[in-house]
């Protein structure tokens, strides 16, 4: 698929980005190539294959689930300048 400048002018503006009229022919031949590649990925027979998250058939080590730190929510709490019903109560910033 071969996209002229009109159209890489037209996927910039809804990109938000400026590109240089220099580099325009560019970018068309640039993302031409890529969306010739989706093409061909496109014809590829993926009939009873199962997707998979990653290529190695791997298990991740996970950690035990442990508390490591005690609550000390009460003691911070001591500490703040207001407080009221276990909450923080801060100025209001928004109106």
Request: glycine letters at 2%.
């Amino acid at each position: 698929m071969a996209l002229n400048t009109q159209e890489v002018e037209k996927i910039a503006a809804l990109a938000a980005i400026e590109i240089r009229e220099e580099e325009k022919p560019v970018y068309a031949e640039q993302l031409s190539k890529v969306l010739d590649l989706f093409a061909q990925m496109e014809v590829v027979d993926t009939d009873g294959i199962e997707p998979m998250a990653h290529p190695l058939e791997m298990a991740q080590r996970l950690r035990e689930d442990e508390v490591s730190e005690h609550d000390q929510h009460e003691k911070f709490q001591k500490l703040a300048p207001k407080v009221e019903a276990g909450l923080y109560l801060v100025p209001q910033v928004i109106e």
